[in-house]
T-cell receptor, first 115, second 111 residues
Framework: EAGVAQSPRYKIIEKRQSVAFWCNPISGHATLYWYQQILGQGPKLLIQFQNNGVVDDSQLPKDRFSAERLKGVDSTLKIQPAKLEDSAVYLC?????????????FGPGTRLTVT | QKEVEQDPGPLSVPEGAIVSLNCTYSNSAFQYFMWYRQYSRKGPELLMYTYSSGNKEDGRFTAQVDKSSKYISLFIRDSQPSDSATYLCATMDTGRRALTFGSGTRLQVQP
């Protein structure tokens, strides 16, 4: 079974620029999550999708972050404009159904550096 | 106060030692308790989960939850160099169904 795919793996941008990350979850997984992991901290949930609908985006900084999941499969997370404090690893995860969402499968992450 | 507190370590032990990793949490609504392992430059992977209080054993790993004291533990017996990683405790309430992670404890097992 293929795992969660993410791209790019690394990205360096200057502050005020925009950036986009892509995620392809495990086939058949209905629930998709985006997390932000700052160095030395645990992952923090940004947004949760159930199929192509948003279930929880309470911790997403909506003035600069946006995410979409078209057709209930792939997802993109965008930051515009980026700030220095956005430097982090952005992890995508998926789970089969929301009722067993403690079992999440994570991708390798995209390491973002904002200079 | 963070919802889930975890000692960041690092924790360094010799091969074969018993390792104890711990977390505390503050939200009584949490019902699921997980341990994820994260190798360097990789995403976290689920190691064990427990529903409510009690113990759960899986090979060399034992997870314990004490809801009365809001305390979560992971024990690793006969630790191996391949166990060297960051261990993240996580909790989830049945309503929101979102994971809340601790900051992670970095473990180094010396051969």
């Amino acid at each position: 079974e293929a795992g969660v795919a993410q791209s790019p793996r690394y990205k360096i941008i200057e502050k005020r620029q925009s950036v986009a990350f892509w995620c392809n979850p495990i086939s058949g997984h209905a629930t998709l999550y985006w997390y932000q992991q700052i160095l030395g901290q645990g992952p923090k949930l940004l947004i949760q999708f159930q199929n192509n609908g948003v279930v929880d985006d309470s911790q997403l900084p909506k003035d600069r972050f946006s995410a979409e999941r078209l057709k209930g499969v792939d997802s993109t997370l965008k930051i515009q404009p980026a700030k220095l404090e956005d430097s982090a690893v952005y992890l995508c995860a998926s789970s089969l159904v929301r009722t067993v969402s403690y079992e999440q499968y994570f991708g390798p992450g995209t390491r973002l550096t904002v200079t | 106060q963070k919802e889930v507190e975890q000692d960041p370590g690092p924790l360094s032990v010799p091969e074969g030692a018993i390792v104890s990793l711990n977390c505390t949490y503050s939200n009584s609504a949490f019902q699921y308790f997980m341990w994820y392992r994260q190798y360097s430059r990789k995403g976290p992977e689920l190691l064990m989960y427990t529903y409510s209080s009690g113990n759960k054993e899986d090979g060399r790993f034992t997870a314990q939850v004490d809801k009365s004291s809001k305390y979560i533990s992971l024990f690793i017996r006969d630790s191996q160099p391949s166990d060297s990683a960051t261990y993240l405790c996580a909790t989830m309430d049945t309503g929101r169904r979102a994971l809340t992670f601790g900051s992670g404890t970095r473990l180094q097992v010396q051969p």
